[in-house]
């Protein structure tokens, strides 16, 4: 024994053989294939469809939905760097992303919740998201960000949404000089897309939804008006 740490080989598992312009076959470890969603893995499996969008659709998971990054997958998969990147970003239409973002997405890792709140709850969250907040479609996710000078707005932050994932803090320089604090989270598309709409995701009809909405407001330093509708 030398002591020396010796890398175990990966696992051959599916050969697919991919055209972008050049016929390549490539080998799929165990490794990456275990890593799949249990639907990627079923569209990934299936000899009937187009081996392209196969291969892209495993790609997509892997970088979007288990954050590896396109260095990682490049050397598992045995594809030169550059003409990963270049696949991804001609030929297969899978989103890159700045290393601020990547930094942001290693997070991921952490389990992110399904909604199961409540109109009030999806109210409560919406306004939030949409007064101090914003917020974007991000791949298969849902980005909240939040930048603030207030202690009390992040606690806010982080208790409305920590619940449904994790929440990643940073301190933050705006170009006046001024700091704050950058608050953000990756949730799952598929539950909180309401996030995305532009009106209200549930009707205001009762005192407690109301004051919830307002409670929102105000600590958003957000403005209230009344007015009354004629006839």
Request: one cysteine or more.
């Amino acid at each position: 024994m030398t002591g020396e740490r010796v890398a175990r080989p990966l696992q051959a598992g599916l050969k697919l053989r991919v055209d972008f312009g050049v016929p390549k076959e490539i080998v799929i470890p165990n490794e990456l294939l275990v890593m799949l969603s249990e639907e990627t893995r079923k569209i990934v499996m299936d000899e009937a469809l187009d081996v392209n969008h196969r291969f892209r659709v495993l790609v997509e998971d892997l970088r979007w939905g288990k954050g590896v990054s396109i260095k990682k997958l490049s050397k598992y998969l045995s594809v030169p760097f550059a003409t990963l990147y270049r696949w991804m970003k001609r030929k297969m239409n899978v989103k890159v992303r700045d290393n601020v973002t990547a930094l942001q997405l290693a997070n991921t890792k952490y389990i992110k919740r399904d909604f199961d709140g409540d109109d009030t709850e999806k109210l409560k969250l919406w306004f939030l998201a949409h007064t101090d907040g914003s917020v974007i479609q991000y791949g298969r996710q849902v980005q909240v960000t939040l930048f603030t000078p207030d202690p009390y707005l992040e606690l806010l932050f982080r208790e409305a949404f920590g619940r449904y994932g994790y929440v990643g803090v940073a301190p933050y320089k705006d170009n006046k000089g001024n700091y704050k604090w950058q608050l953000w989270i990756y949730l799952p598309l598929k539950s909180l897309q309401y996030l995305l709409e532009r009106r209200n995701p549930a009707p205001i009809d009762n005192d407690v939804k109301l004051y919830n909405v307002l409670g929102i407001a105000i600590d958003a330093e957000g403005s209230v008006c009344t007015w009354s509708h004629k006839g």
